[in-house]
């Protein structure tokens, strides 16, 4: 039986980390993989932490709780490291990616003796130099898509553009900079 | 071919929705069906389906309108959850009494108080009563196959009673994942047309509807209606047969999981099952005879073949997202140990309540309760017949 990955994301409401997680399914899904992308809705206020979730299996999968033992935590907002117990249950050799302009192992004291390994992407940088505008998501998508190595990169890319010109049919011009901003992140991240 | 997608459960609803293409549909938003009459409104402003939108002020209004609709000879779809439904209530009846097939999506949502938008059961089973087919969904495929077998059977002329698809709020009708939609074309050819034998706007054959029925007819009126619901159960198996031809994928009254030489097993509806089949794989590793059956129709209730199919068990457990404050188990325990009664006096059984207002499951815990059945396998006692699970005691 194929391995399932599980990831948990935590970002803040309005950032996207929702969006983000059914991007990556959706680019899971093209490249031929079983998904599941889904929220942990509370409260929806602007600004509050928020967790969302994905499985990606070579198999069907039907577990439906939410997860407790991730391979992988993504934190889209750097703030949530003192907020939020970001490492809960996170397994010793998975890995978790925060966006930050900071280097990996300044997290490392701030994440409760987690011993496995840690990544950071500067997203904001990214997105204001590739689109004119802060949207970590992409970036986003693009370190863990590195990462995890759970598509085969050029697949990855070609999913996320195919994905991008649906997503954007009535904006076109801000394909471009998106796809810019997905394959620096690809190569910008730091800790591999 | 199927097309491969991925969606979530009130996207694949509302697409469901698009290939049917009702004549009415009419609904009021509530959390978490809200997008299904966003999505589908608009396909109606896109020009994607010819159906007639109404937009009504409560979920009250939105039945009277479907009832209305469907009554005037109309094919008539709608969503709610919740509040929304229990809003419906007295509407329910009328619409199941009137033998109006309308299809409902009900995206399972806790009830009030306390107030809380996430998932269990205690909407839908507390309209168990009020006439309306209950089919259930572990994923967003089943809501999209019940969804499209569920207008067959409503307008099946030996049936011609309203039907509910039902399904977890949030964590069925907002998770994505893969999917297989049928073509639109498919699906049409497989609903056909609508051709109601009695409808008000058929001028060649003026109807009343929904006229006083005194004792001396209102006995009997029930007693069709009861008919039309045994009815159903042979419907829902024709319809079942001829969409396994289309897809492949095959439904009954309830799924059997690993039960063949099962010694223990549970009975539970919903996304949940899906997570306790993971359990029941862990389970079979070790060398337990584990197994699980979830139910797909709870109305009308498949007495006997549930019976007979728990009945070579040594212990099951019911598991109900719902609480009847009777103290003596949730609903579906209830009914499924009076089938048992008949088929199954052998096989111990015990209830469990669990995961109210959208307390999440986990495989760990559903673990325990296998754990816990074979204790009683182990010791021939049940300790505990009415059982909570995952709450703080």
Redesign the interface.
């Known amino acids: 039986m194929g391995r399932m990955i599980e990831i948990r994301w935590h970002g803040r409401g309005g950032q996207g980390a929702k969006t983000a997680s059914?991007l990556l399914?959706?680019a899971a899904?093209d490249t031929g993989k079983?998904?599941?992308?889904?929220?942990e809705?509370g409260p929806e206020r602007m600004g509050a932490p928020i967790t969302a979730y994905n499985r990606i299996s070579d198999e069907?999968?039907?577990?439906?709780?939410?997860i407790?033992e991730p391979d992988y935590v993504i934190v889209v907002d750097e703030t949530l490291v003192l907020a939020v117990d970001v490492t809960a249950g996170l397994k010793k050799d998975g890995a978790i990616v925060i966006n930050s302009a900071k280097d990996p192992e300044e997290f490392r004291p701030l994440l409760r003796g987690f011993e496995g390994k840690i990544y950071t992407i500067d997203a904001r940088k990214i997105s204001v130099e590739e689109l004119g505008r802060y949207f970590p998501n992409v970036p986003m998508l693009g370190a863990i898509a590195k990462i995890t190595k759970l598509m085969d990169e050029d697949a990855f890319i070609k999913a996320m553009e195919k994905s991008f010109h649906h997503k954007f049919a009535t904006k076109p011009h801000v394909i471009d900079g998106n796809m810019r901003a997905l394959k620096r992140a690809m190569q910008e991240v730091k800790g591999l | 071919m199927a097309i491969k997608d991925k969606l979530s459960g009130n996207e694949a609803i509302a697409v469901a929705m698009r290939q049917i293409d009702p004549d009415v549909v009419a609904a009021f938003p509530i959390t978490p069906s809200t997008e299904v009459p966003q999505y589908f409104s608009q396909f109606v402003a896109n020009g994607q389906v010819h159906t007639e939108f109404v937009a009504v002020e409560s979920e009250h209004s939105a039945m009277s309108a479907c009832i209305g609709a469907e009554a005037a000879g109309a094919r008539t779809m709608t969503a709610t959850s919740s509040q929304g439904l229990a809003l419906m209530w007295e509407m329910l009846y009328i619409a199941a009494s009137l033998r109006l097939p309308i299809v409902m999506s009900v995206i399972n949502r806790a009830l009030s108080g306390p107030i809380n938008i996430h998932n269990d059961h205690s909407d839908s089973m507390g309209a168990r009563d009020s006439g309306w087919i209950q089919l259930y969904c572990e994923n967003n495929q089943e809501a999209y196959d019940n969804l499209i077998q569920a207008i067959r059977i409503a307008e099946h002329k030996d049936v011609q009673l309203p039907v509910m698809v039902c399904y977890d709020g949030f964590i069925t009708s907002h998770a994505v994942e893969n999917i297989e939609l049928l073509e639109d074309e498919k699906v049409k050819a497989f609903i056909g047309e609508y051709k109601p034998e009695h409808y008000l706007l058929d001028k060649d054959n003026p109807i009343s509807m929904g006229p006083l029925d005194m004792p001396a007819y209102y006995f009997e009126h029930k007693r069709a209606q009861a008919e039309a619901m045994k009815n159903a159960k042979r419907v829902i198996l024709e319809v079942a047969q001829e969409f396994e031809k289309l897809t492949g994928r095959k439904y009954g009254y309830f799924e059997e999981y690993k039960m063949e030489d099962a010694e223990v097993a549970i009975v539970i509806m919903n996304s949940t099952a899906g997570t306790a089949k993971f359990v029941v794989n862990e389970l079979r590793k070790q060398g337990v005879k584990a197994g699980l059956i979830k139910m797909r129709v709870f109305r009308p209730f498949p007495f006997e073949e549930l019976g007979k199919a728990l009945s070579h068990l040594k212990a099951v457990a019911i598991m109900d997202k719902a609480d009847s404050f009777s103290t003596a188990g949730g609903p579906l325990f209830t009914e499924v140990r009076s089938a048992m009664f008949d088929y199954a006096r052998d096989t111990k059984a015990v209830s469990y309540i669990y995961g109210l207002g959208g307390r999440d499951v986990r495989t760990d815990e559903i673990m325990t309760v296998y754990q816990d059945l074979l204790e009683i396998v182990r010791t021939g006692e049940v300790k505990s017949t009415f059982n909570y699970l995952g709450v703080r005691e």
């Open positions: 059914l399914a959706e899904f079983y998904v599941q992308g889904f929220p809705y069907p999968i039907t577990i439906h709780s939410n407790y």
